[in-house]
């Protein structure tokens, strides 16, 4: 079994903790927005460590959208390379924890209708996008 290793970010790891340890009851909102967020557990790219990574909640029928915003930081979160070396995850929704298959969206259609959906379930979204000059990346996770 590969190590787990917790996020060095201390308010990040601390959201992971109480999600997982409540098993999916608490934890389960970013902060003050009370906006819902889940956990995508993915496989680092060097390392080969499990790693747990909290993210707004962007429901699509089935699928969920996972948005690499990182606050409109002028570069990729980390997860991002983790997702395209090894797109199996497991993902977390509240108490529901299911096996999925994660693909980064390219078609410019599909990624405009997604988008559109991740700042109506997430407003900051748009204002990141403005922050960065960065593409933020976009990723589908679908049911395995
Ligand atoms: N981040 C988002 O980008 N989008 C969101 O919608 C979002 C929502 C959210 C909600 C709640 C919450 O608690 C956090 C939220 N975050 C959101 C923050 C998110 O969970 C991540 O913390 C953030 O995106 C930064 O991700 P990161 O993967 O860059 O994390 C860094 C701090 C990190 O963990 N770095 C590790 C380290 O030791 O420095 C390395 C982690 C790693 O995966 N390493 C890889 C490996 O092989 O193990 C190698 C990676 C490489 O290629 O270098």
Same mark, same amino acid.
């Given at each position: +079994?590969?190590? %787990?290793?917790?996020?060095? /970010? &201390? ?8 999600? &997982?340890?409540? !098993? ?19 496989? !680092? ?6 790693? =747990?990574?909290?993210? +707004?909640?962007? =429901? #699509? !029928? #089935?699928? %969920? ?9 002028? =570069?990729?979160?980390?997860? $991002? ?7 199996? $995850?497991?993902?977390? #929704? !509240?108490?529901? /924890?299911?096996? +999925? ?5 390219? #078609? ?7 988008? &559109?959906?991740? $700042? ?19 990723? /589908?996770?679908?049911?395995?």
């Amino acid at each position: +079994m590969p190590e %787990y290793i917790p996020s060095p /970010v &201390e308010w990040v790891r601390n959201q992971v903790e109480l999600y &997982e340890r409540s !098993g999916g009851t608490e934890g389960t909102t970013l902060r003050e927005t009370g906006l819902p967020v889940i956990i995508v557990t993915n496989t !680092g790219n060097k390392t080969g460590a499990i790693r =747990k990574t909290p993210l +707004m909640r962007v =429901k #699509d !029928g #089935d699928s %969920y959208v996972l948005v690499g915003s990182q606050g409109g930081a002028p =570069k990729n979160p980390v997860w $991002v390379y983790n997702l395209r070396t090894n797109p199996a $995850v497991e993902l977390r #929704d !509240g108490t529901e /924890v299911r096996p +999925m298959r994660v693909r980064e969206v390219t #078609d410019e259609t599909e990624r405009a209708r997604l988008w &559109e959906l991740s $700042v109506a379930a997430f407003p900051p979204y748009a204002d990141y996008q403005t922050r960065t000059t960065r593409r933020i990346p976009v990723f /589908v996770a679908e049911p395995a």
